[in-house]
């Protein structure tokens, strides 16, 4: 294995889109694979790229908008990676109703490269794999990363965990404006897009959300702007990408993205954490009976406070036992 990897590394550093998406592969199949894969790209792997995060509820058009701000970073000559994480079969594994079917029409474009990226049953919708994904995107020279949510949950908060600027987008008559608002994915916007501007009620909603935009941002150095955007037509999208792009300045000029990769990076070691220990006591815990003392814990004699202390011994142990054979 070691060889093959270090031959699709070569190619992938020669520029080899195939090496690319194996190397993705690779990543979302094993944990092993990913540590020496990350190894392999050393310094690479934190190149500078702006990673955009777009979020908001499903069928409210993300996937087109997004089509469109790719047109438009591509007029500005810019490499894009987009990442859109969809929910995973529970029969294959894998990503199901990829919104790469939705941006067909970037697929011959070399400076482009789309993939879907399945949630893995993940907790909030990102992946382990999402952030090594990123990592390879940088180290393949992408100037901008843009990472899709499934629009569901947890994720609004998830994909600004990995993401230096977060777009919201909305649309008008989505429901009630004001409980959207109160359930908190506004609360990581760097930019909104009210997109779908062109349906009865846009105007209405954009009130709603300059009103909130001034009450929840006033003591902020960044008040997230609200733009119009049509997805079908483009309306708009050039607007949207000189604020994504004024964002990262204004991060780079005030320091803030260091802040930012900080973050992103304490989230990921944590995350990695609950990952492994959650795997290990799955592994683990059917050996309850050695564990608990034999019997006892059948017919109700254990004390299971007691009992979880034992539990967590033995896997205090068998954690040791792991990082000592990783090392």
Not at 34 to 43: E, V
Not at 193 to 221: I, W, Y
Not at 255 to 277: F, P, T
Not at 281 to 310: C, M, T, W
Request: include cysteine; proline fraction near 3%; charged fraction near 25%.
């Amino acid at each position: 294995m070691t060889q093959n990897l270090e031959e699709l590394v070569t190619l992938f550093r020669k520029g080899d889109t195939r090496a690319l998406a194996k190397l993705i592969t690779m990543c979302e199949e094993s944990e092993e694979q990913a540590r020496g894969i990350i190894d392999m790209l050393g310094k690479d792997a934190q190149r500078k790229a702006h990673i955009v995060g777009f979020a908001g509820a499903p069928g409210i058009g993300k996937s087109t908008l997004i089509n469109r701000v790719i047109e438009e970073y591509r007029r500005r000559d810019l490499s894009i990676g987009v990442l859109a994480v969809d929910p995973t079969s529970p029969y294959t594994g894998g990503a199901v109703l990829g919104d790469r079917s939705r941006m067909n029409r970037h697929s011959v474009d070399p400076k482009v490269y789309i993939r879907s990226m399945g949630t893995r049953g993940q907790l909030g919708g990102l992946s382990r794999a999402t952030r090594d994904a990123i990592r390879l995107l940088r180290a393949y020279g992408k100037d901008v990363i843009i990472v899709e949510t499934t629009g569901t949950g947890q994720n609004e908060v998830d994909v600004a965990k990995v993401s230096h600027t977060v777009v919201v987008v909305m649309m008008p008559n989505l429901g009630d404006t004001v409980q959207f608002i109160e359930a908190g994915p506004v609360e990581v916007a760097d930019v909104f897009a009210l997109n779908k501007s062109d349906l009865a009620g846009a105007d209405a909603t954009m009130a709603e959300l300059r009103s909130m935009v001034q009450l929840r941002f006033a003591s902020k150095p960044w008040a997230p702007p609200i733009v119009k955007t049509v997805g079908t037509t483009g309306e708009g999208v050039q607007e949207l990408v000189d604020w994504i792009v004024r964002h990262y300045e204004y991060l780079r000029e005030t320091g803030e993205i260091l802040q930012r990769e900080k973050r992103a990076y304490l989230y990921e070691l944590v995350d990695l954490a609950k990952h492994r220990l959650s795997t290990l006591v799955d592994s683990e815990v059917h050996r309850y009976e050695q564990v608990f003392g034999g019997e006892d814990i059948l017919d109700g004699g254990a004390n299971p406070y007691k009992a979880s202390d034992s539990l967590l011994k033995h896997l205090i142990e068998k954690l040791s036992e792991h990082t000592r054979l990783a090392t």
